[in-house]
Nanobody, 126 residues
Framework: QLQLVESGGDLVQPGGSLTLSCAAS?????????IGWFRQAPGKEREGVSF?????????YYPDSAKGRFTISRDNAKSTVYLQMNSLKPEDTAVYYC?????????????????WGQGTQVTVSS
């Protein structure tokens, strides 16, 4: 079964940048899956922050909270999806999860995702 492993979470100062990675477990590829990055802060609901279509990743979507600051990309040869985050704010502090859906188009609703990683902590603080 496909497993997803996130990495790259860290403590970063406000205004800083961070790149998260989401890698498929050995023997699996991600090219057939659309991928979403979600986050969840303590006491808050899970929120989607970036989405990318399957295959060539030609279609992406960002909600207002991420637009202009976050960039999602995929490297199918490495079976990895990235989330580049710039101009980070304290309110970006959360556990970040990547998820894969058996869909060619990006999906906003988390219930439509089939596989989830364990999450990586991002803390934005001075």
């Amino acid at each position: 079964q496909l497993q997803l492993v996130e990495s790259g979470g860290d403590l970063v100062q406000p205004g800083g940048s961070l790149t998260l990675s989401c890698a498929a477990s050995s023997g699996f590829t991600l090219d057939a899956y659309s991928i979403g990055w979600f986050r969840q802060a303590p006491g808050k609901e899970r929120e989607g922050v970036s989405f990318i279509s399957a295959r060539d990743g030609s279609s992406t979507y960002y909600p207002d909270s991420a637009k202009g600051r976050f960039t999602i990309s995929r490297d199918n040869a490495k079976s990895t999806v990235y989330l580049q985050m710039n101009s980070l704010k304290p309110e970006d502090t959360a556990v970040y999860y990547c998820a894969a859906a058996t869909s060619t188009i990006w999906l906003i609703d988390p219930v439509l995702y089939d596989y989830w990683g364990q999450g990586t902590q991002v803390t934005v603080s001075s």
